[in-house]
């Protein structure tokens, strides 16, 4: 990776901040448009890191190129040609989940919700099968996605099935965020998994606490 590229990737300089991390460059709010250019020019790099790292700026920025490179990225299956978000503990890639966070900075950035739809609507149907750290879990608990809860219930169950346990139990606190009706429906099977997984006691302590939090 030459110089300019790293510039351009990860240097930002903001409200007395400088530094080089790609997440601090895609909240950035004021945005220089030949940077802008400079990067829509990266997402055709033969580099696929370079270009997907390009693609996940513009698409926290709002910009409709970035959204088209996204759907490349997810109809030619660039997850399965490579890894690009490794996960440090889990030995899996969890790009989809660190898009998702790109997603959710595009709608304060003036993305219709409505338009991210059809994007988390997919992350839904491959959450069985594919790595989620949290970052799709917290864009579903900001936002109220009510048109995608039984999306979102298929895909806890797809997770419990392919016997990711502690992942399923992540979509508990959103299911009863949407649904307080959930809480009960679910308490039983999340309760008995914990010693599968002893993290899972923390999602159901949080959708416990949703469910009992007033005006909910």
């Known amino acids: 990776m030459n110089n300019e590229i790293h510039e351009l990737l990860y240097h930002y300089n903001e409200e007395g901040q400088e530094g080089y991390d790609l997440s601090e460059v895609q909240l950035l709010e004021e945005r220089d448009a030949e940077r802008t250019e400079k990067l829509k020019l990266l997402l055709q790099n033969e580099d696929r890191y370079i ?38 503990i889990h030995d899996e890639d969890n790009v989809y989940d660190v898009i998702a966070n790109a997603l959710y900075i595009a709608t304060l950035n003036g993305k219709p919700e409505q338009e991210i739809y059809p994007y988390i609507k997919h ?31 298929q895909a806890m169950q797809d997770a419990l099935e392919n016997k990711r346990y502690y992942q399923a139990s992540q979509l508990f606190p959103v299911l009863v965020h949407y649904d307080k009706n959930y809480f009960n429906k679910y308490k039983d099977t ?8 002893d993290r899972i006691k923390f999602n159901i302590e949080e959708a416990e606490k949703i469910m009992n939090k007033p005006g909910m």
């Open 190 to 197: 999340f309760t008995s998994l914990i010693n599968k997984d």
């Open 51 to 88: 270009a997907y790292q390009a693609m996940l700026i513009l698409l926290a920025w709002a910009e409709p190129v970035g959204f088209r490179q996204l759907d490349r990225f997810i109809s030619e299956k660039w997850d399965e040609k490579e890894t690009f978000e490794s996960h440090r």
């Open 123 to 153: 992350f839904l149907e491959i959450y069985g099968t594919h790595f989620f750290e949290s970052n799709l879990k917290e864009f579903l608990l900001k936002k109220h996605l009510i048109l995608l809860l039984n999306d979102i219930e």
